[in-house]
Every structure is written in C-alpha cells, then in structure tokens.
C-alpha cells in the first residue's frame, strides 16, 4: 500500500548495517539519516521530523531499548513507529521492545522480502494514524468554529447549557432591566445614501455599542433594524442591573455624538428603560436565538417610542431604583400606547457627576 517517500533513521554503532539497511530503504524510494548511536539519534529527532525509526537494540551508551523507552516519552516523538533491528533472538528482549511501544521487531540476519513488507505495514500504519489525526483536528477545529458562533449567538451561560443538555432553555427572572435604543428619522437619511452604506453605517454604531455593553458586562438581546435591545440581570441575575443600564444609556448617547448624518449633523437616538420580570429563553431548533418576553418588554420598548431625541426615558420603577445615584428629571404624565397614563422620567447623569 505505501507508495509515497518517506523519511527514515537508522539508528546502528556498525556502520556495515546502516549500510546494508540504507540501501534497502532507498531501493524503496525513502529518504534515509543515519545516526550511529542513540545520543545522536534523539537529538536528531528533536531538530529534524522522520516518518520511522529503524533502531538496534545492541549499542555501546544508550542502547535501543534506551532510546526507545525516551522516544516514546516524548510527546513530540512518541508517535514516530520504530521497528527495532537485533542480531539477539531473544523473545524476552521482543516483549520487552514491545511493551515499550515499538511497531515491530526484525531479527539480524533478515530476509529482504520480509524486512519491505514490515517497513511497508509500519508507515503504512502511520499514514493511517496521520490520516486519522488530521480528521481528529479538522473535527476539533469545526466544534471550535461551532462554539464560537455558538457564543456569538448566544450568552456563554446558556451556550453551555445548551451544549450540555439541549432542548428547551427557558427561565423566569423577577427582576431585570431592559433598554430599548432607536436611531432618529433613519428612513429619512438612509435614503441619501447607499444600502451599503447604510449597512457599514449601522455596524460601526453598533459596534460601539457592543464594546461598550461587554465593558458594562450587558447582554445584547438584539438588533431589528436600527433598533437596539439589551438587558441587564439576565442570564446571570445581578443586584446592580438598573445601575449598569443606566450607565450603558449615558454612554451610548455619548458616543452617538460621533456619528453624523448624510448631511454631516450629528446623528441622535432615543432610548427607553423599564424595571420588572421577565422570562428569558432559546427559542429556534436550528437557528437559535436568546429572547425575552413580558410586560417589562413591552414597556421598555414603549419608552422609547414615546421618548425624546438625544433622551432616555425610564419609568417609575426604574426610576425608584436609581433615584438615589443618578439626576433624573420628571418628564410628567404621558399618554403610552395600550398603557394609558404614565408618569415617566428623563435620566441626566450620575449625580455629582457628568450629565
């Protein structure tokens, strides 16, 4: 079966052997290095790969069963076959090679029939584990890609539940907060550039967004458009949630400010935030996705719909919670679409702070 050169070692004190053997092996088409005892054998493996190891048992230093016992030691070597050469008919030194880990054992004097055929079956052999090895590592770089996109998609805790036990991943949370962000009249600027633009526009804003959610430890939820939705609390419940949105928000309209219009002004965005339960969960079987769903949703959305340029408007609940740390400003009653009246509020910044 072995059809292409490979590489080879002979390892033997009597230069008549390496000869003999040598030229068995180029008459083959391998290409052969010799070493005449084992010392220089193994650090000639160290500096230069082989494909087998042709290795005598009978040297003055270290003898094969030596070298061998290093060979095999070594992770960077252990895989190379070795067939041992002795002129010693001795079956306790064969098991003993054996065990060991050598591929084979051929005793001196050897026929020329039988010395191709097993130097054929050992680099056959390692073709075969190379093969084998090769699919290993094209398998391990493919689950590798699968859990990076995996983790993309998904919060890393619910990615490796996922992987763990897949099936339905939903839980209740008593108490999150979720952002709502919306760019300002983009209907109306994207149409005064390309869709490309428009699409490398977006990714540069969100970008920035991303970066700065991952600074805050903030899951992004998702992207419709140019709407934007992250939450905080979810998966990993925190006590700080509505703190962490709130400096998310300061920080989004900070850096919206570098973005400009088609018409060269700056671009502005509405945010919403809202205080209350949830459930979060997988929803897709093959495309998955990580969602949330209640009320707390909806008016976090709500927020924004109903809120200002270049403003964040939470509500009442999140407003109680950041009271203390942060200037808010009181908006007044608005009418809030399938809500009625609320009363709702506008987030400045930290108190004793930037606004």
Known sequence: MTTSPYKALIVDDNEE??????????????????????????????????DLVLLDVMMPGL?????????????????IPVIMVSAVDDLEAVVRCLELGADDYIFKPFKIVLFKARVNASLDRKRLRDKEASYLREIQEEREKAD????????QPIAEELKRSPGVIAESFPEVTVLFADIVELMRHSAKISPAELVAWLVDIFSVFVQIAEQHGLEKIMTIGDSYMLAAGVPIPRPDHAQAIAEMALAML???????????????????????????????????????????????????????????????????????????EERGIINVKGKGEMKTYLLLGRRGGES
């Open 17 to 50: 052997n390496r000869d003999l053997l040598s030229r068995q092996l180029e008459r083959l088409g391998h290409e052969i290095a010799l070493a005449g005892d084992g010392k220089s054998a193994l650090s000639y493996l160290r500096q230069s790969p082989v």
């Open 63 to 79: 003898n094969g069963l030596e070298v061998l016992a290093q060979l095999k030691a070594d992770p960077s070597l252990q895989s």
């Open 148 to 155: 990076r996109l995996l983790r993309n998609i998904l919060p």
């Open 254 to 328: 900070r850096a919206i400010s570098f973005f400009e219009n088609a018409a060269g002004d700056p671009l502005q965005i509405r945010i919403g935030i809202h205080t209350g339960p949830v459930t979060a969960g997988v929803i897709g079987k093959k495309k998955f996705a990580y969602d949330l769903w209640g009320d707390a949703v909806n008016m976090a959305s709500r927020m924004e719909s109903h809120g200002l340029p270049n403003c964040i408007q939470v509500t009442e609940s999140t407003y109680q919670r950041l009271a203390r740390q942060y200037q808010l």
